[in-house]
């Protein structure tokens, strides 16, 4: 898949809520510290743009979540909060195709290429990154404007918040979506937008 990029892509940003700095909760570590600072400047650009920009949020159904509708954690964060005119849809499963009416809006706007950032790569990320490939859409994924947690498999074993994300970009690369750097997508947009 190639980087090129045109017709105004849809910058998806996903689960960026306060709730995910609940560290206890998800995990020991996190990996991409300034993941919510490069997805801000990646909005900016589609603000200053007028690219269409879709916020996504995650209701949990489980009442012990950080994320849960109701918990200060279920709020976007500050960095990348929604302007009134900007679409945010809430779900309550890992895709942001379940339960909400995305792929109808991004269609009836002939909305073709989504470029994808937020909270976690192995999880909402990847799941809506699968789900919209599967739907036709071409995908990015910016790999410093996503980010996950330290993960434990049922033998035990432990495995980094680095290594899961890189794995997790390493499985949607190529047959779901072209994984690029932050600035590397805006030097692109910038490139052909001039």
């Excluded at 994320?67 to 779900?91: F, R």
């Amino acid at each position: 898949m190639s980087i090129s990029i045109n017709n105004k892509p849809a910058l998806l940003l996903v689960d960026i809520q306060d709730g995910l700095d609940e560290l206890a909760y998800y995990g020991e570590e996190r990996n991409n510290p300034q993941a919510e600072e490069k997805a801000r400047d990646l909005l900016e650009y589609w603000r200053k743009r007028g690219f269409p920009v879709f916020h996504i949020k995650h209701n949990s159904t489980n009442p012990n979540s950080p994320l849960a509708k109701g918990k200060k954690g279920n709020n976007i964060k500050e960095i990348v909060k929604p302007l009134p005119e900007e679409i945010l849809m809430e779900k309550e499963v890992n895709s942001a195709f379940i339960g909400t009416p995305l792929q109808k809006v991004l269609l009836d706007h002939k909305i073709e290429k989504l470029v994808i950032a937020g909270l976690t790569t192995d999880h909402c990320v990847s799941s809506t990154v699968r789900m919209a490939a599967n739907l036709g859409f071409s995908c990015f994924v910016i790999s410093d404007a996503t980010a996950c947690f330290n993960k434990t498999n049922a033998e035990g074993s432990q495995f980094s918040a680095d290594l899961v994300h890189k794995i997790c970009l390493a499985c949607l690369e190529g047959e779901f979506a072209k994984v690029l750097k932050a600035q590397e997508i805006l030097d692109h947009l910038e490139t052909i937008n001039n």
